[in-house]
């Protein structure tokens, strides 16, 4: 996680101190920490942010498994006016100790990304696995990008009163003389 991302405060898990059957995260956000999620993800509030998850180890490192209940506030694309979203996620992410190995190989070579397989797991180092950046993602993802209220078009907004003088170069009809006419 950069320096200028938010941490979400009691969102990460030790792995250290797992118990067998996982361990269970619950997070109610509060107000502030609200405020500084909406400011990253640049968008007008966040009103709700809850999140239930559930970790237990896998392959040396853990799977997190949950889900992600938010109401966001966003200008809408047409009016600027507020548009909330009710958003419910589902969160499954695996986390492995350890940076992430580095690709050496040379500049032209193909490289196949499998689609349906599973993704990529992130990876934490020591023994604590931070998981605000899951969450924050989660919700990005969530958040409709063009948001608008219901009924509204971009059509609203235009006069379709099509007359000459709205055409694009209707003002240089009165350049031409009339020796141009012929």
Same mark, same amino acid.
């Given at each position: 996680?950069?320096?200028?991302?938010?941490?979400?405060?009691?969102?990460?898990?030790?792995?250290?101190?797992?118990?067998?059957?996982?361990?269970?995260?619950?997070?109610? @956000?509060?107000?502030?920490?609200?405020?500084? $999620?909406? !400011?990253? /993800?640049?968008? =007008?509030? *966040?009103?709700?942010l809850e999140v239930k998850l559930h970790a @237990?180890?896998?392959?040396?490192?853990?799977? $997190?498994? !949950?889900? /992600?209940?938010? =109401?966001? *506030?966003?200008?809408?694309?047409?009016?600027?006016?507020? @548009?909330?979203?009710?958003?419910?996620?589902?969160?499954?992410?695996?986390?492995?100790?350890?940076?992430?190995?580095?690709?050496?190989?040379?500049?032209?070579?193909?490289?196949?990304?499998?689609?349906?397989?599973?993704?990529?797991?992130?990876?934490?180092?020591?023994?604590e696995a931070d998981l605000s950046a899951l969450?924050?993602?989660?919700?990005?993802?969530?958040?409709?990008?063009?948001?608008?209220?219901?009924?509204?078009?971009?059509?609203?907004?235009?006069?379709?009163?099509?007359?000459?003088?709205?055409?694009?170069?209707?003002?240089?009809?009165?350049?031409?003389?009339?020796?141009?006419?012929?």
């Amino acid at each position: 996680m950069s320096a200028d991302q938010f941490r979400i405060p009691d969102a990460s898990i030790r792995l250290d101190s797992m118990p067998t059957a996982g361990r269970d995260l619950v997070l109610a @956000v509060d107000a502030a920490d609200r405020l500084a $999620v909406a !400011g990253q /993800l640049g968008i =007008t509030a *966040v009103e709700k942010l809850e999140v239930k998850l559930h970790a @237990v180890r896998f392959k040396g490192g853990i799977r $997190v498994t !949950g889900r /992600l209940v938010a =109401t966001t *506030v966003q200008p809408s694309v047409v009016s600027l006016e507020p @548009v909330i979203q009710e958003i419910a996620e589902p969160i499954e992410r695996v986390f492995l100790p350890g940076g992430e190995k580095v690709y050496a190989g040379p500049a032209d070579a193909e490289i196949f990304v499998d689609l349906d397989g599973e993704d990529v797991p992130d990876h934490f180092e020591g023994n604590e696995a931070d998981l605000s950046a899951l969450i924050v993602e989660t919700l990005a993802l969530a958040l409709d990008p063009y948001p608008r209220q219901p009924g509204e078009t971009l059509g609203a907004l235009r006069d379709d009163g099509d007359t000459e003088s709205d055409l694009p170069f209707a003002g240089l009809k009165i350049l031409k003389t009339p020796e141009d006419k012929g």
